[in-house]
């Protein structure tokens, strides 16, 4: 199931690429959705394949063409319905996405909330390592955003609020020209 689930969301993605750092080639957006099943999987040691198959699949109701119906029937209504929890609700504006994400945050299951951590996780990885055409201050402020809604969510696995942690330490850098590089 977990490579169906794979197969499924690589297709569901087909010709979606993440941002990054400009003039570098695009990522295909597969890669993400891999990375926050990785660190799941192999940075916290979660073995739940609903969990798995979830993060796997867990934009392609936002960001493609699938329904929940198909996931449903695909990979069973647990599945579907944690993908349907870590959706955004499309009714909400640009201006209040945050603090519905802050509020929503507080009501996810325990495997929403794992795939939502590994999730923030994942994106201020990429924030770090292949930052996108973005301001200093919108970096920072991404990383502020993460940790917000991070801090409101009822179930925190300790493993993935460490790697969090982790990766949120090293928002600020004496290098003025970008928002957060690791350290070597």
Request: hydrophobic share 45%.
């Amino acid at each position: 199931m977990i490579a169906a689930a794979d197969a499924f969301a690589e297709h569901a993605h087909a010709g979606q690429f993440r941002k990054g750092i400009q003039g570098a080639p695009a990522v295909p957006y597969i890669e993400h959705p891999r990375a926050v099943a990785a660190i799941l999987c192999d940075e916290a040691g979660i073995t739940d394949n609903e969990v798995i198959i979830a993060a796997l699949l867990h934009d392609t109701l936002e960001d493609t063409l699938a329904t929940h119906q198909q996931l449903t029937d695909l990979f069973g209504a647990t599945v579907a319905d944690v993908v349907y929890e870590l959706t955004n609700d499309p009714s909400v504006t640009p201006e209040t996405k945050k603090a519905w994400q802050v509020a929503h945050a507080r009501d996810m299951s325990e495997r929403a909330c794992f795939i939502k951590i590994a999730d923030k996780t994942a994106n201020l990885r990429d924030i770090l390592d292949a930052p996108p055409p973005w301001s200093i201050e919108k970096k920072i402020q991404y990383f502020e955003d993460a940790r917000e809604v991070v801090e409101a969510m009822a179930y925190k696995h300790p493993v993935l609020m460490n790697l969090f942690a982790d990766v949120y330490a090293q928002r600020r850098h004496p290098d003025a020209d970008r928002c957060a590089q690791r350290s070597s």
